[in-house]
């Protein structure tokens, strides 16, 4: 309810009618992204470069802000989205991109630690330290986000629906997934170190916010213009 942002759905309150309660939401006139997706691919062979690029960075514009967002006494609220994916990214038919659906987002100064092992979202874009039940912070949504990405430029999820529970949870926790120039061997080679870098398996070389993925999209953007 706090959130303010042109990237995020508007939630207005929780409400109550009777012993039922509900959440008053922006109503965004439009679709998901995996919907449009599916659409694209059917019908259009696939997004543009600078339709992904575009679209990535308006959902990276969200995450960086309320992943920034402070208490009423400028303490950081540590928020983390934990479940990005295709489902949960809104296009509208003005070509607005919005985060829904926080409703497994952790603000670390308000709810109690996740137990260590507890896994939740989605495998297919889970980060590998989510999905070895470690703590995570801000930057498995940007893996997460990266998976998104991914699954975009290429038209193929990062690990195969086709694997079996057993194995598809051991590749995501390593993040062992096939190289976007196996589906895509002329990408730009600015772009696919950007992705390399969303989808780093070591936290230490993946984009420390969601705000350096944005800065990084925009700066391939500038140079492309130019």
Same mark, same amino acid.
């Given at each position: 309810?706090?959130?303010?942002?042109?990237?995020?759905?508007?939630?207005?309150?929780?409400?109550?009618?009777?012993?039922?309660?509900?959440?008053?939401?922006?109503?965004?006139?439009?679709?998901?992204?995996?919907?449009?997706?599916?659409?694209?691919?059917?019908?259009?062979?696939?997004?543009?470069?600078?339709?992904?690029? /575009?679209?990535? #960075?308006?959902?990276?514009?969200? !995450?960086?802000?309320?992943? $920034? @967002?402070? %208490?009423?006494?400028?303490?950081?609220?540590?928020?983390?989205?934990?479940?990005?994916?295709?489902?949960?990214?809104?296009?509208?038919?003005?070509?607005?991109?919005?985060?829904?659906?926080?409703?497994?987002?952790?603000?670390?100064?308000?709810?109690?630690?996740?137990?260590?092992?507890?896994?939740?979202?989605?495998?297919?874009?889970?980060?590998?330290?989510?999905?070895?039940?470690?703590?995570?912070?801000?930057?498995?949504?940007?893996?997460?986000?990266?998976?998104?990405?991914?699954?975009?430029?290429?038209?193929?999820?990062? /690990?195969?629906? #086709?694997?079996?529970?057993?194995? !598809?949870?051991?590749?995501? $926790? @390593?993040? %062992?997934?096939?190289?976007?120039?196996?589906?895509?061997?002329?990408?730009?080679?600015?772009?696919?170190?950007?992705?390399?870098?969303?989808?780093?398996?070591?936290?230490?070389?993946?984009?420390?916010?969601?705000?350096?993925?944005?800065?990084?999209?925009?700066?391939?953007?500038?140079?492309?213009?130019?």
């Amino acid at each position: 309810v706090r959130m303010s942002h042109k990237n995020i759905c508007q939630t207005y309150g929780l409400e109550r009618d009777g012993d039922n309660y509900f959440i008053a939401m922006e109503l965004v006139n439009g679709v998901s992204l995996d919907k449009f997706t599916r659409w694209i691919y059917k019908n259009r062979n696939g997004f543009s470069v600078e339709a992904v690029v /575009y679209i990535i #960075s308006e959902a990276c514009a969200g !995450l960086s802000y309320a992943h $920034r @967002m402070t %208490d009423d006494d400028g303490n950081p609220l540590g928020i983390v989205h934990r479940d990005v994916n295709p489902q949960n990214i809104c296009i509208s038919k003005e070509g607005e991109v919005k985060l829904i659906d926080f409703g497994i987002a952790k603000a670390k100064r308000l709810c109690q630690e996740t137990m260590v092992g507890t896994i939740k979202g989605k495998f297919n874009y889970m980060s590998p330290e989510q999905a070895r039940g470690d703590r995570v912070d801000q930057r498995a949504d940007v893996f997460a986000l990266g998976a998104v990405m991914y699954e975009l430029l290429s038209g193929h999820m990062l /690990y195969p629906l #086709s694997l079996n529970d057993t194995l !598809l949870r051991s590749k995501v $926790r @390593m993040a %062992d997934y096939e190289p976007i120039e196996t589906f895509l061997p002329n990408l730009h080679p600015t772009l696919r170190k950007i992705l390399s870098k969303a989808l780093a398996r070591d936290l230490s070389q993946r984009f420390a916010t969601a705000r350096d993925f944005l800065l990084a999209l925009t700066q391939f953007n500038h140079d492309e213009c130019r």
